[in-house]
Protein backbone atom coordinates (compact mmCIF):
# COMPACT_ATOMS: atom_id res chain seq x y z
CA UNK A 1 0.00 0.00 0.00
CA UNK A 2 1.15 3.52 -0.83
CA UNK A 3 0.94 6.81 0.83
CA UNK A 4 -0.99 9.04 -1.74
CA UNK A 5 0.41 12.80 -1.27
CA UNK A 6 -2.46 15.14 -1.08
CA UNK A 7 -2.47 18.52 -3.09
CA UNK A 8 -2.18 21.10 -0.59
CA UNK A 9 -4.94 23.28 -1.45
CA UNK A 10 -4.53 27.04 -0.38
CA UNK A 11 -7.64 28.30 -1.39
CA UNK A 12 -11.55 27.31 -2.18
CA UNK A 13 -11.54 27.36 -5.57
CA UNK A 14 -12.57 23.75 -6.06
CA UNK A 15 -15.69 25.05 -4.09
CA UNK A 16 -16.48 27.42 -7.28
CA UNK A 17 -16.06 25.72 -9.46
CA UNK A 18 -19.10 23.43 -8.56
CA UNK A 19 -21.16 26.17 -8.50
CA UNK A 20 -23.73 25.94 -10.83
CA UNK A 21 -23.20 28.76 -14.15
CA UNK A 22 -26.96 28.63 -14.68
CA UNK A 23 -29.76 30.18 -12.33
CA UNK A 24 -31.34 27.42 -10.39
CA UNK A 25 -34.78 26.17 -11.38
CA UNK A 26 -37.64 26.58 -8.22
CA UNK A 27 -38.84 22.59 -8.66
CA UNK A 28 -42.69 22.98 -7.91
CA UNK A 29 -43.94 21.69 -4.47
CA UNK A 30 -45.89 19.11 -5.92
CA UNK A 31 -42.26 17.53 -6.90
CA UNK A 32 -40.63 18.00 -4.38
CA UNK A 33 -43.08 16.15 -2.14
CA UNK A 34 -42.93 12.91 -4.55
CA UNK A 35 -39.19 13.30 -4.18
CA UNK A 36 -39.49 12.88 -0.33
CA UNK A 37 -38.86 9.58 1.21
CA UNK A 38 -41.60 9.10 3.43
CA UNK A 39 -41.36 6.21 6.12
CA UNK A 40 -44.19 4.33 6.91
CA UNK A 41 -45.22 5.41 10.88
CA UNK A 42 -46.45 2.95 12.90
CA UNK A 43 -49.91 4.97 13.51
CA UNK A 44 -50.57 7.57 16.45
CA UNK A 45 -52.89 6.64 19.15
CA UNK A 46 -54.59 9.67 20.72
CA UNK A 47 -53.69 8.65 23.93
CA UNK A 48 -50.04 9.79 22.84
CA UNK A 49 -51.53 13.39 22.44
CA UNK A 50 -52.23 13.49 26.41
CA UNK A 51 -48.86 14.06 28.23
CA UNK A 52 -50.81 14.83 31.14
CA UNK A 53 -50.87 10.84 32.42
CA UNK A 54 -48.33 8.26 31.32
CA UNK A 55 -51.00 5.88 30.97
CA UNK A 56 -54.70 5.68 31.58
CA UNK A 57 -55.54 5.59 35.31
CA UNK A 58 -52.57 7.06 36.50
CA UNK A 59 -52.30 10.41 38.60
CA UNK A 60 -51.75 13.41 36.91
CA UNK A 61 -48.50 14.69 36.29
CA UNK A 62 -47.95 17.80 38.72
CA UNK A 63 -48.68 21.21 37.94
CA UNK A 64 -50.59 23.32 35.15
CA UNK A 65 -52.73 21.18 32.68
CA UNK A 66 -52.66 22.87 29.28
CA UNK A 67 -53.95 22.30 25.61
CA UNK A 68 -51.56 23.61 22.80
CA UNK A 69 -54.03 23.38 19.60
CA UNK A 70 -53.34 25.08 16.43
CA UNK A 71 -52.77 24.63 12.32
CA UNK A 72 -49.75 23.12 10.30
CA UNK A 73 -49.49 25.31 6.93
CA UNK A 74 -47.53 25.38 4.07
CA UNK A 75 -46.20 28.39 2.66
CA UNK A 76 -49.46 28.65 0.24
CA UNK A 77 -51.57 28.08 3.89
CA UNK A 78 -52.72 25.49 2.54
CA UNK A 79 -53.47 22.76 5.96
CA UNK A 80 -50.82 19.89 6.08
CA UNK A 81 -53.21 17.10 6.45
CA UNK A 82 -51.54 13.79 8.80
CA UNK A 83 -48.98 15.39 9.66
CA UNK A 84 -47.00 14.01 12.15
CA UNK A 85 -45.96 15.81 15.16
CA UNK A 86 -43.63 15.13 17.90
CA UNK A 87 -43.53 17.10 20.83
CA UNK A 88 -41.22 17.19 24.38
CA UNK A 89 -41.44 19.86 27.20
CA UNK A 90 -39.62 19.60 30.32
CA UNK A 91 -41.68 19.36 33.81
CA UNK A 92 -43.37 21.79 36.01
CA UNK A 93 -39.85 22.16 37.61
CA UNK A 94 -38.08 22.63 34.54
CA UNK A 95 -36.77 19.02 34.73
CA UNK A 96 -36.88 17.02 31.17
CA UNK A 97 -37.09 13.10 32.00
CA UNK A 98 -33.96 12.44 29.51
CA UNK A 99 -30.71 10.95 30.69
CA UNK A 100 -28.86 14.43 29.24
CA UNK A 101 -30.28 16.40 31.72
CA UNK A 102 -29.52 14.10 34.65
CA UNK A 103 -27.23 17.23 35.95
CA UNK A 104 -30.27 18.88 36.66
CA UNK A 105 -31.14 19.06 40.35
CA UNK A 106 -34.69 20.25 39.57
CA UNK A 107 -36.84 16.68 40.72
CA UNK A 108 -38.54 14.66 38.44
CA UNK A 109 -42.41 14.16 38.32
CA UNK A 110 -42.96 10.03 38.22
CA UNK A 111 -46.42 10.53 36.45
CA UNK A 112 -44.79 12.92 33.75
CA UNK A 113 -43.35 11.21 30.92
CA UNK A 114 -42.50 14.84 28.46
CA UNK A 115 -42.91 13.37 25.14
CA UNK A 116 -45.99 12.98 23.16
CA UNK A 117 -47.14 12.44 19.14
CA UNK A 118 -49.91 13.83 17.47
CA UNK A 119 -51.15 13.75 14.32
CA UNK A 120 -52.86 16.81 12.32
CA UNK A 121 -56.96 16.62 10.77
CA UNK A 122 -57.90 17.26 7.43
CA UNK A 123 -57.86 20.78 8.23
CA UNK A 124 -54.09 21.00 9.73
CA UNK A 125 -55.51 21.24 13.22
CA UNK A 126 -53.24 19.41 15.79
CA UNK A 127 -54.44 19.76 19.51
CA UNK A 128 -52.31 17.79 22.28
CA UNK A 129 -52.71 18.11 26.31
CA UNK A 130 -49.60 18.46 28.39
CA UNK A 131 -47.86 20.16 31.70
CA UNK A 132 -47.21 24.06 31.27
CA UNK A 133 -43.27 23.87 31.81
CA UNK A 134 -41.10 25.13 34.22
CA UNK A 135 -38.10 26.93 33.17
CA UNK A 136 -34.68 25.62 33.95
CA UNK A 137 -30.98 26.65 33.93
CA UNK A 138 -28.99 26.05 30.21
CA UNK A 139 -25.65 27.48 31.45
CA UNK A 140 -24.62 28.15 35.15
CA UNK A 141 -21.81 29.74 34.05
CA UNK A 142 -23.58 32.79 32.44
CA UNK A 143 -26.77 32.21 34.62
CA UNK A 144 -29.31 31.85 31.37
CA UNK A 145 -32.36 30.43 32.59
CA UNK A 146 -34.49 29.29 29.25
CA UNK A 147 -37.82 30.43 29.76
CA UNK A 148 -40.80 28.12 29.09
CA UNK A 149 -40.85 26.52 26.08
CA UNK A 150 -42.41 23.35 23.54
CA UNK A 151 -39.84 21.60 21.51
CA UNK A 152 -41.39 20.65 18.17
CA UNK A 153 -41.02 17.98 15.27
CA UNK A 154 -43.05 17.72 12.29
CA UNK A 155 -42.83 15.51 9.43
CA UNK A 156 -45.38 16.35 6.62
CA UNK A 157 -45.22 18.54 3.65
CA UNK A 158 -42.33 17.19 2.22
CA UNK A 159 -40.43 18.72 5.63
CA UNK A 160 -39.46 17.84 8.96
CA UNK A 161 -39.46 21.07 10.82
CA UNK A 162 -37.66 21.12 14.28
CA UNK A 163 -38.90 24.37 16.28
CA UNK A 164 -39.66 25.74 19.72
CA UNK A 165 -42.94 27.27 21.33
CA UNK A 166 -42.66 30.16 23.88
CA UNK A 167 -45.31 31.32 26.04
CA UNK A 168 -46.93 34.88 26.16
CA UNK A 169 -46.03 37.35 28.54
CA UNK A 170 -43.29 35.37 30.30
CA UNK A 171 -39.81 37.82 31.16
CA UNK A 172 -37.31 35.39 30.30
CA UNK A 173 -38.48 35.16 27.01
CA UNK A 174 -36.31 38.58 26.11
CA UNK A 175 -33.06 37.05 27.48
CA UNK A 176 -32.96 33.61 25.90
CA UNK A 177 -30.29 33.50 23.22
CA UNK A 178 -31.94 30.77 21.77
CA UNK A 179 -34.75 33.08 21.41
CA UNK A 180 -33.33 35.99 20.72
CA UNK A 181 -31.50 34.69 17.73
CA UNK A 182 -35.15 35.29 15.93
CA UNK A 183 -35.34 38.75 14.33
CA UNK A 184 -36.97 41.13 16.44
CA UNK A 185 -39.85 42.03 14.05
CA UNK A 186 -40.61 37.82 13.78
CA UNK A 187 -40.56 37.59 17.20
CA UNK A 188 -44.47 37.36 17.86
CA UNK A 189 -44.63 33.86 15.46
CA UNK A 190 -42.65 32.27 17.68
CA UNK A 191 -45.13 32.76 21.06
CA UNK A 192 -48.23 30.88 21.27
CA UNK A 193 -51.98 33.34 22.15
CA UNK A 194 -53.82 32.05 25.36
CA UNK A 195 -56.97 31.45 23.63
CA UNK A 196 -57.72 30.94 27.28
CA UNK A 197 -55.94 30.90 30.40
CA UNK A 198 -54.91 27.16 29.89
CA UNK A 199 -55.77 26.82 26.12
CA UNK A 200 -52.65 27.95 23.75
CA UNK A 201 -52.94 28.09 20.20
CA UNK A 202 -50.00 28.01 18.14
CA UNK A 203 -50.07 27.57 13.94
CA UNK A 204 -46.91 26.16 12.12
CA UNK A 205 -45.90 26.65 8.97
CA UNK A 206 -43.38 23.95 7.70
CA UNK A 207 -41.62 25.91 4.59
CA UNK A 208 -41.17 28.61 2.51
CA UNK A 209 -41.07 32.42 3.52
CA UNK A 210 -42.78 32.46 6.82
CA UNK A 211 -41.34 29.27 7.81
CA UNK A 212 -41.54 28.80 11.77
CA UNK A 213 -37.65 29.36 13.08
CA UNK A 214 -35.42 26.90 14.24
FE1 LIG B 1 -35.81 22.71 26.05
Redesign the pocket.
Same mark, same amino acid.
Given at each position: MTNRVLPVVHNDRESEARTPSQPLLILPSEARDAFDPMPVLPPVSPREADLTRIAPGRPRASGDAIVVTGRILDEDRRPVRRSVLEIW??NTRGR =?SHIRDLANPAPLDPNFYGFGRATTDDDGVYRIRTIKPGP =?IARTDIGWW?PP $?V $?FSLLGGGVRLVT?MYFPNEPLNEKDYIHMTVPADERSRTIASAVQPDVFQFDLVVRGRFQNFV
Open positions: NA =Y =YR $H $HQ
